[in-house]
């Protein structure tokens, strides 16, 4: 459902100042202001501290820091919590033995407490 509202120009023209030097549209910063004073900011948040736990996306990144920013919160507590609900789901993987280009062979728990990438490849 469309809304329209009726802004004097010079309040219009102060929103558009401020919303481009946020670098967001004035619909977008209105909406922000709305949300923020219909205290649904906290359900927003935790909306995009849901999703941000299960895939890694910027744009709600940013979102969720401007708006813990503009409220005076604690970002790190925000990515502690993110973490922690990334991690529930976690297991730590089993042992298992590979042989490298030499063929030398490698268990898993050799690098225990390291970070180890593999790389699964096939020369021709």
């Not at 923020?36 to 990144?61: P, Y």
Request: hydrophobic content about 45%; glycine content about 6%; aromatic content about 8%.
């Amino acid at each position: 459902m469309p809304l329209s509202l009726r802004i004097p120009s010079d309040k219009e023209r102060l929103i558009r100042r401020a919303a481009a030097k946020l670098g967001k549209s004035k619909s977008a910063f209105i909406l922000e202001a709305v949300y923020e004073k219909l205290g649904a900011a906290d359900k927003l948040l935790a909306l995009i501290e849901k999703q941000l736990a299960v895939c890694v996306n910027s744009e709600l990144r940013v979102k969720a820091e401007d708006i813990i920013s503009r409220r005076g919160g604690d970002l790190k507590a925000f990515d502690e919590r993110i973490w922690a609900a990334r991690m529930a789901g976690s297991s730590v993987a089993p042992d298992f033995e590979l042989s490298d280009m030499n063929n030398i062979g490698m268990h898993l728990t050799d690098f225990g407490g390291k970070v180890l990438v593999l790389n699964f490849f096939y020369p021709t």
